[in-house]
């Protein structure tokens, strides 16, 4: 089998090299990257490793934007330092990390977990696994969107952050819901929205919602561990969560 490591420091880098050599010899490490810049040089002329290590705080920025911005679908272990709300999505999204400093059984592990799971994995789900975690973290430097001219008869009118209680979508049109239940068409995707708006302050409830965060009134219990959400204004549909998506919304909730 071969493996990648993505790593910046080079003690931390031989120290990962040497634990995974010990844990399994037969690994081939065929590559030790230091950057955003050389890993994606690197995926654009080398076939894709069984397994990739990643630090996640690289010297010209977060790996993350590696997995944003290439086709990779080989199986990744994150390796952090303490990052709260990673760790949190991680957990949620089942992508393994391993926090530093790296113990040797930690190691033996996490490669014991791959080699088990490899006949069952699927490239497709771990993508779209990845795409889900990689939207929901904020990426250091980003500019979120924080209002939207919107046309109004023949003005335009610009809504701020504050005044939207959600987005919907119907009829492959995206309307914007205002606090005072006004409602306006928008330009945009709920999938373009997602990017553009700030996840401490909007969260994307399903396929038809994204909501923001007072809009929420209340939250019941719903069968099969679903949740069923009362917003305000009160909109024209049933408001579900999904089971797989309810950790991550009382995540966001919780703040």
Not at 14 to 29: C, F, G, N, S, Y
Not at 38 to 52: T, V
Request: negative net charge.
């Amino acid at each position: 089998m071969k493996a990648l490591i993505i790593e910046d420091e080079y003690p931390a880098a031989e120290r990962l090299t040497k634990l995974i050599q010990k844990a399994d010899p037969t690994m081939v490490i065929v590559a030790v990257l230091d950057s955003i810049q050389a890993a994606k040089r690197w995926f654009s002329s080398h076939p894709a490793p069984d397994l990739i290590f990643s630090d996640i705080h690289l010297s010209d920025g977060l790996s993350f934007s590696i997995f944003e911005e290439t086709d990779v679908k080989s199986p990744i272990i994150f390796t952090t330092s303490y990052d709260e709300y990673a760790i949190k999505a991680f957990k949620v999204k089942s992508i393994d990390y391993l926090l530093k400093p790296i113990k040797p059984y930690e190691i033996a592990a996490a490669i014991e977990k791959f080699k088990e799971t490899q006949l069952t994995f699927s490239a497709t789900d771990y993508t779209l696994k990845m795409q889900s975690l990689l939207d929901g973290l904020p990426m250091t430097g980003r500019k979120y969107k924080t209002r939207f001219l919107v046309q109004q008869q023949d003005q335009l009118l610009p809504i701020h952050q504050e005044q939207i209680a959600y987005f919907y979508t119907a009829n492959e049109l995206v309307c914007l819901v205002r606090n005072d239940n006004r409602q306006f068409l928008v330009d945009y995707t709920l999938e373009e929205l997602e990017k553009l708006l700030n996840p401490s302050h909007f969260f994307r409830l399903n396929r038809q919602y994204i909501a923001a965060l007072p809009a929420v009134q209340k939250i019941h219990t719903y069968f099969n561990g679903k949740l069923k959400l009362v917003l305000h204004p009160e909109p024209t549909h049933e408001i579900l969560i999904s089971r797989e998506k309810a950790p991550l919304f009382k995540e966001w909730m919780e703040g």
